[in-house]
């Protein structure tokens, strides 16, 4: 069982910046996909970044503004987010994807911190 836990979030003003950080810990075996969602009040769960073995995928309105970034050694993943605006306010998730020995695929959520962009 993995556990994911989220920090960061808070009330910012537009054009500000926040940084998220999500550490996880328990039993990993290969971290496959780890990275960020978020999900405003009346809509779908959306992507905002994620880093894969491929590479980084963000979200259109999220780039140039969000940066992710990981600390392999610390199973660590951080969300710089800068010029931020009211649309980017949200429970944001974080997200973890584990793969075992026979690479079957696991999920794990955080349980989400709230960022609002308000003057």
């Known amino acids: 069982q993995v556990q994911l836990v989220e920090s960061g979030g808070g009330l910012v003003q537009p054009g500000g910046s926040l940084r998220l950080s999500c550490a996880a810990s328990g039993l990993i075996f290969s971290i496959n996909v780890m990275g960020w969602y978020r999900q405003s009040p009346g809509k779908e769960r959306e992507l905002v970044a994620v880093?894969?073995?491929?590479?980084?995928k963000y979200a259109d309105s999220v780039k140039g503004r969000f940066t992710i970034s990981k600390d392999s050694a610390k199973n660590t993943v951080y969300l710089q987010m800068t010029t931020l605006k009211p649309e980017d306010t949200a429970v944001y998730y974080c997200?973890?994807?584990?793969?075992?020995?026979?690479?079957?695929?696991?999920?794990?959520w955080g349980q989400g911190t709230q960022v609002t962009v308000s003057s």
């Open positions: 997200y973890l994807k584990d793969l075992d020995v026979v690479s079957t695929g696991y999920d794990y």
């Open positions: 880093l894969t073995g491929g590479g980084t």
